[in-house]
């Protein structure tokens, strides 16, 4: 089973509102990271999770705050986000972070800021 | 950091093969991947290479990895409308970053 599961898939907020995408994984793996897709383009980086540990921000304005409760648990809080935040946002894991440990996509929440 | 280039766009017949290309900077990339995505849908993982290897074949794809020239291609073989999709090739760099292309839409025709 190479499952990552995200939650919600659809997601419509205000500019104003507090919300979290939730992605969940029961593989085993110890790294885990959230990506940020715009249409047509490829995913950005933006946070890598190692053991439970934030191991890598990309430089993520603080409207974004992620959060590994437990091994298998990643969310990302949002809170005042902008229109431009809209995007596909793909949760990932891997066994551990690179030595060609495979990254697994979710299917991803898309998000919309109105 | 790396680059990773690909063509943005392939067009291919229902059948035939399809060859997608990608080049890379970092000569010290160890593995390279290539990834598809359907319409709405995640990333899914297609295959990858080592980087001490050439060729590697799964089924109706065969990666082959010409380091030298930092140059990887995927193809297809017999494709399928269900081949449909838009396909990233990634480097993963010393800090353990992917790098992701563009991506290369390829459209199967009847």
């Known amino acids: 089973d190479t499952e990552v599961t995200q939650t919600p898939k659809h997601l419509v907020m205000g500019m104003t509102n507090k919300k979290s995408l939730k992605c969940e994984q029961h593989?085993?793996?110890?790294?885990m990271y959230w990506y940020k897709q715009k249409a047509k383009k490829p995913p950005e980086l933006m946070f890598v999770?190692?053991?439970?540990?934030?191991?890598i921000n990309e430089s993520v304005p603080s409207r974004f705050s992620p959060e590994c409760p437990n091994s298998s648990l990643l969310n990302l809080h949002l809170h005042a986000l902008q229109p431009e935040d809209s995007a596909l946002y793909l949760c990932?894991?891997?066994?551990?972070?690179?030595?060609?440990?495979?990254?697994?996509f979710g299917e991803g929440s898309w998000l919309t800021v109105v | 950091g790396e680059d990773v280039e690909q063509s943005l766009f392939l067009s291919v017949r229902e059948g035939d093969s399809s060859v997608i290309n990608c080049t890379y900077t970092?000569?010290?990339?160890?593995?390279l991947y290539w990834y598809k995505q359907e319409p709405g849908a995640g990333l899914q993982l297609l295959t990858y290479?080592?980087?001490?290897?050439d060729m590697k074949q799964d089924q109706r794809l065969t990666v082959l990895l010409n380091k030298k020239d930092k140059h990887l291609s995927l193809r297809i073989a017999d494709t399928q409308t269900g081949d449909s999709a838009i396909y990233f090739c990634?480097?993963?760099?010393?800090?353990?970053?992917?790098?992701f292309g563009a991506g290369t839409t390829v459209t199967v025709r009847a």
């Open positions: 990634a480097a993963e760099s010393n800090d353990y970053k992917l790098s």
């Open positions: 990932a894991s891997s066994q551990e972070r690179g030595g060609g440990n495979t990254i697994y």
């Open positions: 970092d000569s010290s990339s160890t593995y």
């Open positions: 999770y190692s053991y439970e540990k934030l191991s």
């Open positions: 593989m085993g793996h110890r790294a």
């Open positions: 290479i080592f980087s001490n290897m």
